[in-house]
């Protein structure tokens, strides 16, 4: 559960602390306020990327800090990898990122990649953002829905499907080289050879470029820069008559008088630091002058490799990492062209057999997938009931197609009836932006019923509902809340009243710049928010008569509750 989001120097806000209880957690506040940069950051504490431009104006870094309390087992592991684990199940998550654009990730107090918190995100948080209401209206993505689902069977299918896939396609590749022809081939590796080996030999690393570009300036500038060393060692130490001289005579007399006033000790001390500073300064000059010569042999060396390296980029187009890339792709395509005795109606035999393997693979993902769809469809069909959806009728399609492909020979599609007696269709084809949000909630809440992540965030899952069906989601949110924490940013005072925990989320001017605070509102300010979200021109009275009404409504519904 996520207990404490520190958030600092991202976008719009300064500094701000949030502290999350369990169940149903509401922000809401004016368009524009920074809802979504909450999230923004909730999603970098997560592995997600951010860049340079998330850091606030005239700061050098951003910095997010999340706590997690009475995480899974799973998460546990993830961090113990890394030996971030410490007395309990709580994991602190620290990402800092500069002006630059880098960013360094902390799990406790250690340092771990991004990626780490990416994996570890997928077992701590769930986040619902509006984009994904685009994803039911996207068929390729529906097999995802379903793989999630029913992963503890469709999983290990898959997994056994995939290493059989990449065997397959290799093989086919590796008969399609075969069979293109000898005269082809061999021009293919000739024109991989030359090019292999041309590259071979420019033995290209990464970071070697900027490396050289460094030292290059260096060497061409080294006569300046000795000449500038010798001058400051000069005044400094070696002259006729030089700071060094001046500031120990100083000394001396300061300490004769320091001899007869005790108050001018402290002073003769910072001057004492200061006499045999300026002498460490003027050695490391001295020392750093002789270390530098005018080697013109390895400057024209350098010159001769930034070149070659130059007209290479020239030549293959992109950067050193790309065409480092690329030549260890053209290795492989030459070795597969140059297997030694291998023909094509050997390969052409190993297709069949690991064909027949695939077929058998992928017969048992379908059964899996199969499996686990009827139960998908009736859980997920009693939530869209229980947000008013009764009439609805879920379906999820699962076609065979003839050809492999990364996810099997499934085609999986959900189609839906919004009346009874009509004929089911596509998602895209009949669905309001109001019932893609409830569809989509009915998903979320039956998947988070398959796994054990403790956090589900929702970003906005009132688009384009109102009125009664708002009221439903607030329940169904209510409902969730109940086994999982639940976070939600929301436009609606329907779900806002529901809230355990009520966030304002509010920006303001100082000083001619922007800044985002959130705070936690007690009883008497959720009425006064509750009245502005219900879109009163002006709160008074009345307004708060009704602001105070729904969230009594909204305490008895939770109290009702199962």
């Not at 619902?128 to 068929?139: A, C, E, T």
């Not at 009243?497 to 009520?502: E, L, P, V």
């Not at 922007?514 to 307004?543: F, K, N, P, V, Y």
């Amino acid at each position: 559960m996520l207990t404490q989001l520190n958030i600092k120097n991202v976008a719009v806000i300064d500094e701000t602390d949030i502290t999350l209880g369990k169940g149903l957690n509401v922000l809401t506040g004016e368009t524009g306020a920074g809802k979504s940069i909450v999230i923004d950051s909730i999603n970098m504490i997560l592995g997600e990327r951010g860049g340079r431009e998330l850091v606030r104006y005239g700061k050098q870094s951003a910095i997010i800090q999340a706590v997690f309390e009475d995480v899974c087992k799973k998460a546990l592991d993830c961090a113990d990898e890394y030996d971030a684990l410490e007395d309990d199940d709580t994991l602190m998550l620290t990402r800092r990122i500069n002006e630059n654009g880098k960013s360094t990730c902390r799990v406790n107090s250690a340092v771990v990649p991004s990626s780490t918190l990416r994996q570890m995100g997928t077992f701590l948080v769930d986040i619902h953002g509006q984009h994904d209401n685009q994803r039911l209206l996207m068929p390729a993505q529906h097999i995802e829905f379903l793989d999630s689902f029913g992963k503890d069977e469709i999983a290990p299918a898959k997994e056994e499907y995939n290493a059989l896939y990449e065997q397959y396609t290799e093989l086919l590749k590796k008969l399609e080289g075969l069979e293109s022809g000898e005269q082809s081939r061999l021009e293919r590796i000739d024109f991989l050879s030359f090019r292999t080996d041309e590259l071979d030999k420019a033995c290209l690393a990464e970071g070697e470029e900027q490396q050289l570009m460094a030292e290059e300036k260096l060497l061409s500038n080294a006569e300046e820069i000795i000449k500038s060393l010798s001058s400051s060692y000069s005044v400094l130490y070696d002259g006729e008559f030089t700071a060094y001289d001046a500031l120990s005579a100083a000394l001396s007399s300061l300490s004769d008088a320091s001899d007869f006033d005790e108050e001018l000790e402290e002073a003769r001390e910072e001057l004492s630091d200061i006499v045999y500073r300026v002498g460490d300064i003027a050695s490391f000059l001295r020392t750093k002058r002789d270390s530098l010569e005018f080697d013109g042999g390895r400057l024209f060396e350098i010159q001769e490799r930034l070149a070659l390296i130059s007209s290479i980029k020239r030549k293959y187009g992109g950067d050193v990492g790309e065409i480092i890339e690329l030549n260890k792709k053209m290795h492989e395509e030459l070795d597969i062209l140059t297997g030694g005795g291998e023909n094509a109606e050997t390969v052409r035999t190993q297709l069949g057999e690991c064909e027949e393997r695939l077929k058998q693979a992928a017969e048992r993902l379908s059964a899996a997938r199969m499996d686990a769809k009827k139960q998908f469809e009736d859980l997920v069909s009693k939530e869209l009931d229980e947000l008013d959806m009764g009439k609805v009728a879920f379906f999820i399609q699962v076609e065979r197609l003839p050809d492999y492909g990364r996810d099997g020979t499934d085609k999986v599609e959900f189609l839906i009836s919004t009346n009874p007696g009509e004929p089911l269709k596509p998602l895209s084809k009949i669905a309001s932006g109001g019932e893609l949000s409830r569809i989509m909630l009915a998903l979320k809440t039956v998947l988070a019923d398959s796994d054990d992540v403790a956090t589900l965030i929702f970003d906005e899952i009132d688009t384009g509902v109102s009125g009664r069906a708002a009221g439903k989601i607030a329940e169904k949110l209510c409902k969730i809340a109940k086994r999982r924490q639940v976070i939600c940013i929301t436009h609606l005072a329907q779900i806002a009243c529901a809230a355990d925990n009520h966030y304002l989320i509010k920006k303001d001017e100082k000083d001619g710049m922007s800044s985002t605070h959130i705070s936690l509102l007690d009883e008497q300010e959720r009425i006064e928010e509750l009245s502005r979200i219900m879109g009163a021109l002006e709160i008074t009275d009345t307004t708060r008569a009704h602001a105070k009404q729904l969230r009594c409504d909204a305490l008895k519904m939770k109290e009702e509750l199962k």
